[in-house]
């Protein structure tokens, strides 16, 4: 760091005059300094800016997507993936042209959102998603083409990934599908880029670009220092891409069991201020039909393990949380229907364990190959110790279904939870937090408003009266709350009343996923007096008024809410941690706008609940839902 840069630091500056942004000089290895992750930040505003003169300049658009067409023979009801889609300008120029049924993928959310603001302007049936292209899955779809355009392959720090990516393509195509490959071409890039260049992309801003190989000359770096003229250099950012020549390619391609692979003509794209193309000069365009898939007839393959321990709540211990503080008839019901269940899935052999004052000692001395862990109850029916089960399992390394400690500990908060989300963009309730030795609150800016504890499960400390419409009412609730389950933290919350809907995920990231039929909770038949919450009375109280008026029904939502959910479900589902199954709760607010309400990992198993609901929806029988949660645990841990 210069002195200059030094000084700064002690000295603030002055009101309106901007910060400028840390660079790092002359740098004589640019491969030093690339982040192995930096295309999960680059492509910005400022990315449109410095290549905006090639990829916003639609006659490239059009004579790519002309291209594309030719060497594809795309028909109008061809189900198309765009994948690495930016902000959709391939997507958009399909849908213009009468294609019905294209999707996009891109990991930057801010191109995303650009390209979901530009369909929603010109009415375009396009769909736009926020996903990982080693990973992404459309919920029961496959695609007769995939594109990767734009050279938008090759960011990834190791090889390895390139073909994960190709791998995943070949999982979403239909037989004989076919992939379209849009590549710098290396051999020629090899002796052919400009070690330095500079330009102007506006008015205000420039561009200065340095170029290397990286030491073992399959990549090239390329750093950019964007400078705004007054305001100074206002980016130093790092990219780089692998350099594939003809014969490299072919090879990887075919190493993925790619077949019929077809080299089409180069391709160069115009710039509108005619000055360096960087990467985007001189690209192969390829096509490949899609590997062959081994099919075997009618059978599926053997469980990883048959033999399954099925944890349970301890029917003998004090539950906090269940009417009366014990278990009851309901509860015996419940486990008898679980165990029926699972007597008509004929490829596992299943044991119980409900003895929580035993437990650590029956899994040390008599270890299971595999364990069903529905013990949503917590350790010794504590919910705060849900998660010590896992724990426990992770010690003796027994594998297990459903999510790990981390992620257990994380949605426990409810308030954790909401500043993920809202780091991912998505819509949370305005909020509140009360610590729990804190004496004052901050008073919610309407009423009226919800009162719930930041820890809890099954909806402990939320009742009919935690909605409430004015200070005197939110302060009794809080003493409420302290006086029945101790000095424990709060949340205020704005109170939602439009509609409440329910995701279900079964499966992992980059694996089988299904998600269930969308369900929204029907509060039509509620008394008008009561709110409409799914409480502790909805979920506990036979002979509450929310028992018996509050149901379930399949969700009716237009295709860019129920895509929203969904892509909000998944980003949370990973980003959380959650293994296996997971269930996401959303209500609208009186504008329409869907927030989060909860994430449950390891959400209710039983024979009547959501997940179960919604699974019917889908065909699916009890058992058929409990499988799938076998399945899905024991293909993550095959993988892993």
């Given at each position: 760091?210069?002195?200059?840069?030094?000084?700064?630091?002690k000295?603030?500056?002055?009101?309106?005059?901007?910060v400028?942004?840390?660079?790092?000089?002359?740098?004589?290895d640019?491969?030093?300094?690339?982040?192995s992750?930096?295309?999960?930040?680059?492509?910005?505003?400022?990315?449109?800016?410095?290549?905006?003169?090639?990829?916003?300049?639609?006659e490239?658009?059009?004579?790519?997507?002309d291209?594309?067409?030719?060497?594809?023979?795309?028909?109008?009801?061809?189900?198309?993936?765009?994948?690495?889609?930016?902000?959709?300008r391939?997507?958009l120029?399909?849908?213009?042209?009468?294609f019905?049924?294209?999707?996009?993928?891109?990991?930057?959310?801010?191109?995303?959102?650009?390209?979901?603001?530009?369909?929603?302007?010109?009415?375009?049936?396009?769909s736009?998603?926020?996903?990982?292209?080693?990973k992404?899955?459309?919920?029961?779809?496959?695609?007769?083409?995939?594109?990767?355009?734009?050279?938008?392959?090759?960011?990834?720090?190791?090889?390895?990934d390139?073909?994960?990516l190709?791998?995943?393509?070949?999982?979403?195509?239909?037989?004989?599908?076919?992939?379209?490959?849009?590549?710098?071409d290396?051999?020629?890039?090899?002796?052919?880029?400009?070690?330095?260049?500079?330009?102007?992309?506006?008015?205000?801003?420039?561009?200065?670009?340095?170029?290397?190989?990286?030491?073992?000359?399959?990549?090239i770096?390329?750093?950019?220092l964007?400078?705004?003229a007054?305001?100074?250099?206002?980016?130093?950012?790092?990219?780089?891409?692998?350099?594939?020549?003809?014969?490299?390619?072919?090879d990887?391609?075919?190493?993925?069991?790619y077949?019929?692979?077809?080299?089409?003509k180069?391709?160069?794209?115009?710039?509108?201020?005619?000055?360096?193309?960087?990467?985007?000069?001189?690209?192969?365009?390829?096509?490949?039909?899609?590997?062959?898939?081994k099919v075997?007839?009618q059978?599926?393959?053997?469980?990883?393990?048959?033999?399954?321990t099925?944890?349970?709540?301890?029917?003998?211990?004090?539950?906090?949380?269940k009417?009366?503080?014990?278990?009851?008839?309901?509860?015996?019901?419940?486990?008898?229907?679980?165990?029926?269940?699972?007597?008509e899935?004929?490829?596992?052999?299943?044991?119980?364990?409900?003895?929580?004052?035993?437990?650590?000692?029956?899994?040390?001395?008599?270890?299971?190959?595999?364990?069903?862990?529905?013990?949503?109850?917590?350790?010794?029916?504590?919910?705060f110790?849900?998660l010590?089960?896992?724990?426990?399992?992770?010690?003796?390394?027994?594998?297990?279904?459903?999510?790990?400690?981390?992620?257990?500990g994380?949605?426990?908060?409810?308030?954790?939870?909401?500043?993920?989300?809202?780091?991912?963009?998505?819509?949370?309730?305005?909020?509140?937090?009360?610590?729990?030795?804190?004496?004052?609150?901050?008073l919610?800016?309407?009423?009226?408003?919800?009162?719930?504890p930041?820890?809890?499960?099954?909806?402990?400390g939320?009742?009919?009266?935690?909605?409430?419409?004015?200070?005197m009412?939110?302060?009794?609730?809080?003493?409420?709350?302290?006086?029945?389950?101790?000095?424990?933290?709060i949340?205020?919350?704005?109170?939602?009343?439009?509609?409440?809907?329910?995701?279900?995920?079964?499966?992992?990231?980059?694996?089988?996923?299904?998600?269930?039929?969308p369900?929204?909770?029907?509060?039509?038949?509620?008394?008008?007096?009561?709110?409409?919450?799914?409480?502790?009375?909805?979920?506990w109280?036979?002979d509450?008024?929310?028992?018996?008026?509050?149901?379930?029904?399949?969700?009716?939502?237009?295709?860019?809410?129920?895509r929203?959910?969904?892509?909000?479900?998944?980003?949370?589902?990973e980003?959380?941690?959650?293994?296996?199954?997971?269930?996401?709760?959303?209500?609208?607010?009186?504008?329409?706008?869907?927030?989060l309400?909860?994430?449950?990992?390891?959400?209710?198993?039983?024979?009547?609940?959501?997940?179960?609901?919604?699974?019917?929806?889908?065909?699916?029988?009890?058992?058929?839902?409990?499988r799938?949660?076998?399945e899905?645990?024991?293909?993550?841990?095959?993988?892993?």
């Open positions: 760091m210069n002195k200059k840069s030094k000084a700064s630091e000295k603030k500056p002055p009101k309106n005059n901007p400028l942004t840390r660079t790092w000089g002359p740098v004589s640019l491969e030093r300094h690339l982040p992750d930096w295309w999960k930040t680059l492509f910005n505003s400022l990315y449109l800016k410095t290549d905006g003169d090639v990829v916003e300049n639609p490239n658009t059009i004579r790519e997507v291209l594309v067409s030719t060497v594809t023979a795309l028909e109008p009801n061809d189900f198309i993936l765009d994948l690495c889609c930016g902000q959709g391939h997507s120029e399909l849908g213009r042209r009468g019905r049924h294209v999707a996009g993928v891109d990991r930057s959310r801010y191109l995303i959102r650009l390209a979901r603001k530009r369909a929603k302007t010109e009415n375009l049936p396009v736009f998603h926020e996903g990982d292209a080693r992404f899955r459309l919920q029961g779809q496959h695609f007769h083409c995939v594109m990767i355009l734009g050279n938008s392959f090759g960011y990834f720090e190791q090889k390895d390139d073909e994960a190709l791998n995943n393509v070949a999982q979403l195509l239909v037989p004989n599908g076919v992939i379209v490959l849009d590549i710098v290396g051999e020629w890039m090899h002796g052919n880029f400009e070690n330095r260049s500079w330009e102007w992309i506006d008015k205000n801003h420039f561009v200065c670009r340095e170029r290397a190989l990286t030491q073992d000359k399959d990549r770096v390329t750093r950019e964007i400078s705004h007054e305001k100074g250099v206002i980016a130093d950012q790092f990219y780089a891409e692998r350099l594939y020549t003809r014969d490299q390619i072919y990887v391609l075919e190493s993925c069991g077949r019929m692979i077809r080299f089409h180069t391709f160069q794209s115009d710039s509108t201020r005619g000055q360096d193309l960087g990467m985007m000069a001189h690209r192969l365009i390829l096509t490949a039909q899609a590997p062959k898939r075997k007839a059978r599926k393959s053997a469980p990883l393990y048959t033999e399954v099925v944890l349970l709540g301890d029917p003998t211990l004090p539950d906090r949380v009417v009366d503080g014990r278990f009851n008839e309901e509860d015996f019901e419940t486990v008898n229907r679980l165990k029926q269940a699972l007597e899935i004929d490829e596992y052999n299943f044991t119980y364990i409900d003895n929580h004052q035993k437990l650590l000692k029956s899994l040390m001395m008599n270890p299971p190959d595999f364990a069903f862990n529905l013990c949503d109850e917590g350790f010794r029916n504590d919910p110790k849900e010590h089960i896992p724990t426990m399992l992770e010690m003796l390394e027994i594998p297990y279904t459903g999510a790990g400690p981390s992620c257990l994380l949605c426990y908060d409810k308030n954790l939870t909401r500043a993920v989300a809202e780091s991912l963009e998505i819509p949370v309730p305005l909020e509140s937090y009360l610590g729990h030795e804190d004496l004052a609150v901050t919610p800016a309407t009423f009226p408003a919800l009162v719930k930041n820890f809890g499960d099954s909806s402990m939320i009742t009919k009266d935690a909605v409430v419409s004015n200070t009412e939110l302060l009794d609730y809080i003493d409420w709350i302290r006086n029945t389950y101790g000095q424990r933290s949340l205020v919350q704005e109170f939602l009343t439009g509609q409440e809907y329910s995701i279900g995920i079964i499966g992992n990231p980059g694996l089988t996923s299904k998600i269930l039929c369900l929204e909770v029907d509060y039509s038949a509620l008394d008008n007096k009561l709110p409409p919450i799914l409480g502790y009375e909805s979920k109280h036979p509450s008024p929310y028992w018996n008026q509050v149901s379930y029904k399949k969700a009716v939502l237009s295709d860019d809410k129920q929203r959910l969904i892509d909000y479900s998944s980003m949370l589902f980003r959380l941690g959650c293994c296996d199954y997971a269930r996401f709760d959303y209500r609208a607010d009186e504008q329409g706008m869907i927030k309400l909860e994430v449950n990992p390891n959400p209710g198993w039983c024979w009547d609940g959501k997940m179960n609901i919604m699974a019917g929806w889908d065909d699916l029988r009890y058992a058929d839902l409990l799938l949660i076998l899905a645990a024991q293909e993550r841990i095959a993988a892993q």
